[in-house]
């Protein structure tokens, strides 16, 4: 199993693992894993060496979805109110 971490891929033992791969074929890796819920806003963001803003961006141009509430969390957001 390979772990994201934020300045570089590590293996199921948390050794660096080297990962050589074309750099729109790398976002749309991240931009899968982020629609997958595997990796948040700032971890993708990071590993695209973009800010979040631009990682919105970025997202809404593929089509992904940034929200992230589910029906419940909305409930209990507007109990809040």
């Known amino acids: 199993m390979i772990t994201p971490h934020p ?3 590590v293996d199921a033992d ?3 693992t080297a990962v050589q791969v074309p750099v729109d074929e ?3 890796l991240v931009l899968a894993a982020f629609a997958g819920g595997r990796l948040g806003v700032v ?3 990071s590993f695209l060496g973009v ?3 631009e990682f919105y961006a970025l997202a809404a141009e593929s089509g992904i979805s940034t929200c992230t509430y589910t029906p419940a969390s909305v ?3 507007l109990a809040n109110l």
């Open 7 to 9: 300045h570089f891929v």
């Open 14 to 16: 948390g050794r660096p």
């Open 26 to 28: 790398f976002r749309a």
């Open 43 to 45: 971890e993708a963001a």
């Open 51 to 53: 800010t979040r803003p």
């Open 75 to 77: 409930e209990a957001e």
